[in-house]
């Protein structure tokens, strides 16, 4: 009897073992990780595209310089600000990310909602194409937004659950992820 109750216990353990939620939190982790890469690669894109915007923008009105000024400084603000993965954690720094870029956003719609009422804008093809370009990469980051706070959630959720709360209190020491909040501009 003594051996059965060893044998019950060894296999209550095992069976314990394998569901600890060690590889759901790994996994978890790891998409956090991936969707946060196609957040900021989509930042970054929208960046990249603001310069032609201006370019374009000051060949058709020339001497307007103040209309741009305010992009160009809060662009060169979200350019500038250091911001690594192991940020996720931190909530002040995601906050002062999620302020600036959605003044960024803000600043390109209202750019763009002041041109198009210059009629000569509306048949310009290459305005046209920055603006198809930058509603493009408003989407994406919408998209790449919406994925990684499904992964965050999931993840918090999982590191906050029994015994997944245990496993990572031993081995990853994870803390929550504040979810984004990035404001969608229609350009």
Avoid at 19 to 33: A, F, L, R, T, W
Wanted: with cysteine.
């Amino acid at each position: 009897m003594n051996r059965f109750i060893q044998a019950l216990l060894i296999m209550f353990m095992m069976m314990c073992m394998t569901s600890c939620g060690y590889n759901v939190i790994k996994k978890d982790h790891e998409q956090v990780m991936k969707a946060w890469t196609d957040v900021e690669a989509s930042l970054h894109k929208r960046a990249d595209l603001i310069p032609d915007l201006i370019d374009l923008l000051r060949i058709i009105r020339p001497n307007n310089d103040q209309l741009f000024s305010k992009l160009i400084m809060i662009r060169t603000k979200t350019v500038m600000m250091q911001f690594s993965v192991l940020d996720l954690y931190d909530s002040k720094t995601v906050e002062q990310l999620i302020r600036t870029q959605n003044d960024l956003s803000a600043e390109i719609h209202s750019l763009l909602s002041t041109m198009e009422k210059k009629q000569s804008l509306k048949e310009n093809l290459n305005y046209m194409n920055i603006k198809n370009r930058i509603m493009d990469i408003e989407n994406r980051i919408h998209v790449a937004s919406f994925q990684y706070n499904r992964a965050v959630s999931s993840m918090n959720q999982s590191i906050n659950s029994f015994p997944n709360n245990v496993t990572n209190k031993i081995f990853f020491r994870l803390k929550e992820i504040k979810l984004i909040v990035l404001n969608k501009h229609n350009c």
